[in-house]
């Protein structure tokens, strides 16, 4: 099974509107963080914003919100009014174990293009 | 500089050759990861060092591929006998260990190096 989904190859949104986009994912490990990166045309990948699995509200950070459904297993992102310069792919991520005092890898989902117009 | 370096941004090389390629990774971070990312798919793990040992290979698509960290700072991915499929852009990043401070243990990453084999 696909431990991140994002069913949304490509998304348009209006300048100024709100957009969603979707993500699921799948663990069996309790203790896990959410993570969704921005990569813009040029290449580098831009850390966004981040769900802990055990986090009792929703992440903010600015324009972006983490929509977290711990019981569906969904993590949507909501960018609220949406600038030109957020036309980009966005990539939703999990980390799974997370302890104290230790690293692990993020696996990613296939990304999202986003293209917000005019 | 404050990120992440790769070197080179870019490498063209024939079937058959060796290649290498370098991250320098932010001063302090002690987790270092490799990623690579094929057009239109989200980055794809490959191995990850705590320090100078390799904690998880596991995405190591084969024997060609092998990495170095020797002194838990600098580490190089080595690709031998490369091959048409192995045309890609590596991304590496690198993070604090989970608990370092008030971190989420996000992944900083590089601009990428990419390879192409002709």
């Known amino acids: 099974a696909q431990k991140i989904t994002q069913t949304q190859p490509g998304m348009f949104v209006q300048e100024k509107e709100a957009v969603t986009l979707d993500c699921t994912y799948d663990?069996?490990?309790?203790?896990?963080?959410l993570f969704w990166y921005k990569q813009p045309s040029s290449g580098e990948m831009i850390f966004l914003i981040y769900?802990?699995?055990?986090?009792?509200q929703n992440a903010t950070e600015g324009r972006y919100s983490l929509n977290f459904q711990k019981a569906r297993k969904s993590a949507n992102l909501v960018i609220s009014a949406s600038q030109l310069g957020d036309s980009a792919m966005y990539f939703c991520?999990?980390?799974?174990?997370?302890?104290?005092?230790?690293?692990?890898?993020?696996?990613f989902g296939t990304g999202t293009r986003l293209q917000v117009t005019l | 500089g404050a990120g992440v370096s790769q070197t080179p941004s870019n490498k063209v090389t024939e079937k058959g050759k060796y290649v290498e390629l370098r991250c320098d990774p932010i001063?302090?971070?002690?987790?270092l990861y490799w990623y690579r990312q094929s057009l239109g798919q989200g980055p794809e793990f490959l191995i990850y060092?705590?320090?100078?040992?390799?904690?998880?290979d596991s995405g190591l698509p084969n024997d060609r591929f092998f990495a170095v960290r020797p002194e838990g700072s600098v580490s190089t991915l080595k690709i031998q006998r490369t091959e048409r499929g192995d045309s890609a852009v590596y991304l590496c990043?690198?993070?604090?260990?989970?608990?370092?401070?008030?971190?989420?243990?996000?992944?900083?990453f590089g601009e990428g190096s990419r390879l192409t084999v002709l």
């Open positions: 990043a690198s993070s604090l260990w989970r608990g370092q401070g008030e971190n989420t243990g996000e992944l900083f």
């Open positions: 663990t069996s490990d309790p203790s896990y963080g």
């Open positions: 769900q802990g699995s055990y986090d009792q």
């Open positions: 991520a999990m980390r799974e174990g997370l302890r104290a005092g230790t690293a692990s890898k993020l696996t």
């Open positions: 001063s302090g971070h002690t987790a």
């Open positions: 060092f705590q320090g100078t040992g390799a904690a998880d």
